[in-house]
Each structure stands twice: as C-alpha cells, then as structure tokens.
C-alpha cells in the first residue's frame, strides 16, 4: 500500500527560528513529490520535485529531495507568524491517473 | 496555476436531503479530482476522471457520486446526505506541468 510519513506531526519555534519538516514515501511508481501549505482553506502548491538533489526554492523555503533514502525535506528560514500553517507532503504515483498520496501534515505554530 | 471553482463554499443540509457540490475549472484540463478532508486528518481521494466521460473511484471509498460531462465541470453528488458526510470537499485539477491545484473547497455541515 502506499505510504507517506511526515514528521513531525506538530512543531512549535519562535519567530526567526529555522525548521526542517521531513518525508518519506513508499509508493509502487513515483513520478514526483509535491510540498503544500495549508491555512484554514484549502492547499496551496508550494513545490514539486521529481530530481533527487536538486534544490527548489522560493523565498525563506527551500526543498530537496532525495530519491535514494525515499525521502524529502522543507526547510523554513527565518520563520514569521505567518508561516503558521500545516505543510503537506504528496507523492504522485504516476500510473496515468498522476493520483496523489497526502501525509497528514506537520502543524506548524510560529510564536512571536 | 489552476483556477478552479467551487460552490458552494459552506453548506448545512438536513439529513436525507440531495446535494451536489459544483467544481469548475477554466484551464481545459482533462484530469480532474475530488478529495474529502475531515477536520485535522489527511486528504483522501475519492474520485478522479481522465477526461469527458470518464469517472474513477478513488482510494477511499465514498457514497458521492460524480459526473464529467464537459470538460470543465467536474460536480459530486450525494443523492441522500447523513451527518457521517461532514467534511471538506476539495476539487482539484492536474495542470500541463504535473502539478495539481486545489479549489478553494466545501465545507458540507449534515445536521
């Protein structure tokens, strides 16, 4: 069955702070990786990854995946309040249908 | 990036009633999908469609049904809503680039 981990489920730093939030996936076909941001509607697309060691950015958020050990990681610098949000990890498992698998989110609170 | 609509945003419905919740999207594309969320847990594919008149169920199941008759409308059904229906329901859309944007979702409130 597919599978995509987050951790940690919940993480709460102070403004300024950096943060790393983790994935890793199990899946029969993968075709990408995508990071989302949710607030209190729906996702917003954040990045997507299909190259191993290749490093997205934009802004204070950075990501890299890395095919090898099944894995990806956001990386926050310089966290703001507004940063508060859960982040969602989905792999495409490809197969035509280009379906997503969701994590259950890291629930990030940023204090001022 | 995908303009996808949906009405509406919030509904509360008494138990037993019909439903659809509309989702439109502006960019022609031919995959299209709806996820139901409940507060606080993960998204959960419960349909997806290829294409005009093509209509797949999802990971999870589900008792909606949906319908693609045009390419840019994609709308669920629920023919006899129960309070166990509660949730977000989030319409998306795969663009040329492999990427899939959300809508903005509904909220269904089944009382």
């Known amino acids: 069955e597919d599978k995509v981990v987050q951790s940690p489920l919940s993480l709460v730093v102070h403004e300024g702070d950096t943060v790393t939030l983790n994935c890793s996936y199990e899946?029969?076909?993968?075709?990408?990786l995508l990071w989302y941001k949710q607030e209190k509607k729906a996702p917003t697309f954040l990045f997507m990854l299909t190259s191993s060691g290749i490093e997205k950015k934009s802004g204070r958020l950075s990501s890299i995946l890395d095919k090898k050990e099944l894995s990806s990681i956001l990386n926050i610098t310089a966290t703001q309040t507004g940063d508060s949000a859960i982040y969602l990890c989905a792999v495409n498992n490809g197969g035509g249908s280009e379906k997503l698998v969701f994590g259950k989110g890291t629930k990030l609170t940023v204090n001022p | 990036e995908a303009d996808i609509y949906q009405t509406p945003r919030y509904l509360v419905i008494g138990t037993g009633k019909k439903i659809t919740l509309e989702c439109s999207q502006t960019m022609g594309h031919d995959k299209m999908y709806w996820y139901q969320q409940d507060p606080g847990m993960e998204l959960h594919l419960i349909h997806y469609?290829?294409?005009?008149?093509?209509?797949e169920k999802g990971d999870l199941s589900s008792e909606s049904t949906v319908s693609r008759i045009r390419t840019e409308h994609f709308p669920l059904t629920l023919e006899s809503a129960r309070p166990s229906h509660t949730s977000q329901y989030l319409c998306?859309?795969?663009?040329?680039?492999?990427?899939?944007?959300f809508g903005e979702g509904s909220w269904l409130t089944v009382v």
């Open positions: 469609s290829y294409g005009v008149n093509s209509t």
């Open positions: 899946v029969t076909n993968f075709r990408s």
């Open positions: 998306a859309s795969l663009s040329s680039g492999n990427t899939i944007y």
